[in-house]
């Protein structure tokens, strides 16, 4: 079972297309009889982009496609806050510096280097100014990467027209001939259906997922800065708590109650 909405959406979108073009009568041969289609719009697409974009951030393209196939797999917001709840208690009961042992445990890169921060007794200020100017530029590159592909998307469809038109001009070359001319005119088309699926169901929607995988990271790295300030201010574990909770959906929120009940209960009985 496909658990990767890219995957399923993909599949979705190639049986939104063949299976209307079996409902409508269309023949299915001439998407693969028609590689003068193809041409147009994949190469003229990427000729688009390639004249959109420099080269440094071209070679991005493959890295990017790897996340939308393949989502990275984010702590998560529950997690991040039974962390900091952990580390506010051991700060409180021993100080900072007892947090250096915890230092290569964590995973997370960003995370890493502002408890590095933190610990080594950075201004506050600092440390807030480098991890916010550090996530500002996290997120200049993400924009970068989905502008590819978002600009692939206003391309192509306009492609699909251009493909029209070259077919047309070669059917109107044989207007002696019915058949042929009725051939070349069907032929004429599949650019422009194949410009409008690439735009609309690939290269757009993957341009707002690479939008919202982004977002996703920055609300966590957000997340981590708030909780380590308020580490470095000393703050109780349920100051601290109410901080990152702010960053829960309602839905999340009740569920993180309901299983702190649920451990306070555990813990009441055992």
């Given at each position: 079972?496909?658990?990767?909405?890219?995957?399923?959406?993909?599949?979705?979108?190639?049986?939104?297309?063949?299976?209307?073009?079996?409902?409508?009568?269309?023949?299915?041969?001439?998407?693969?009889?028609?590689?003068a289609a193809y041409v147009i719009i994949l190469v003229g697409t990427a000729a688009s982009v390639?004249?959109?974009?420099?080269?440094?951030?071209?070679?991005?393209?493959?890295?990017?496609?790897?996340?939308?196939?393949?989502?990275?797999?984010?702590?998560?917001?529950?997690?991040?806050?039974?962390?900091?709840?952990?580390?506010?208690?051991?700060?409180?009961?021993?100080?900072?510096?007892?947090?250096?042992?915890?230092?290569?445990?964590?995973?997370?890169?960003?995370?890493?280097?502002?408890?590095?921060?933190?610990?080594?007794?950075?201004?506050?200020?600092?440390?807030?100014?480098?991890?916010?100017?550090?996530?500002?530029?996290?997120?200049e590159r993400h924009i970068a990467g989905a502008q590819i592909f978002s600009q692939a998307g206003?391309?192509?469809?306009?492609?699909?027209?251009?493909?029209?038109?070259?077919?047309?001009?070669?059917?109107?070359?044989?207007?002696?001939?019915?058949?042929?001319?009725?051939?070349?005119?069907?032929?004429?088309?599949?650019?422009?259906?194949?410009?409008?699926?690439?735009?609309?169901?690939?290269?757009?929607?993957?341009?707002?997922?690479?939008?919202?995988?982004?977002?996703?990271?920055?609300?966590?790295?957000?997340?981590?800065?708030?909780?380590?300030?308020?580490?470095?201010?000393?703050?109780?574990?349920?100051?601290?708590?109410?901080?990152?909770?702010?960053?829960?959906?309602?839905?999340?929120?009740?569920?993180?109650?309901?299983?702190?009940?649920?451990?306070?209960?555990?813990?009441?009985?055992?």
């Amino acid at each position: 079972m496909f658990k990767n909405s890219t995957v399923i959406g993909l599949i979705l979108g190639l049986i939104a297309l063949i299976g209307g073009m079996v409902l409508k009568g269309a023949p299915l041969v001439s998407l693969i009889t028609n590689p003068a289609a193809y041409v147009i719009i994949l190469v003229g697409t990427a000729a688009s982009v390639f004249m959109a974009f420099p080269m440094s951030e071209l070679k991005k393209v493959p890295k990017l496609l790897k996340i939308v196939f393949k989502e990275p797999k984010l702590m998560p917001k529950e997690q991040l806050i039974a962390m900091f709840t952990e580390w506010a208690t051991i700060t409180r009961r021993e100080g900072l510096l007892a947090l250096e042992a915890r230092v290569e445990e964590i995973e997370d890169e960003f995370l890493k280097v502002g408890m590095r921060m933190i610990i080594d007794g950075n201004d506050q200020e600092l440390v807030r100014d480098v991890l916010l100017e550090d996530i500002s530029a996290t997120e200049e590159r993400h924009i970068a990467g989905a502008q590819i592909f978002s600009q692939a998307g206003m391309y192509a469809p306009t492609l699909g027209v251009l493909g029209a038109v070259v077919g047309l001009v070669a059917a109107l070359q044989n207007l002696s001939d019915l058949d042929v001319l009725a051939h070349a005119v069907a032929a004429a088309f599949i650019a422009t259906l194949l410009g409008i699926f690439t735009g609309y169901v690939l290269w757009h929607p993957i341009a707002n997922k690479l939008r919202r995988i982004s977002k996703r990271e920055i609300d966590l790295k957000l997340m981590m800065v708030e909780g380590l300030l308020s580490i470095q201010s000393g703050v109780s574990t349920i100051a601290i708590q109410q901080k990152l909770m702010v960053f829960l959906t309602p839905t999340e929120r009740r569920a993180l109650n309901k299983k702190e009940e649920a451990a306070v209960e555990q813990q009441a009985t055992a």
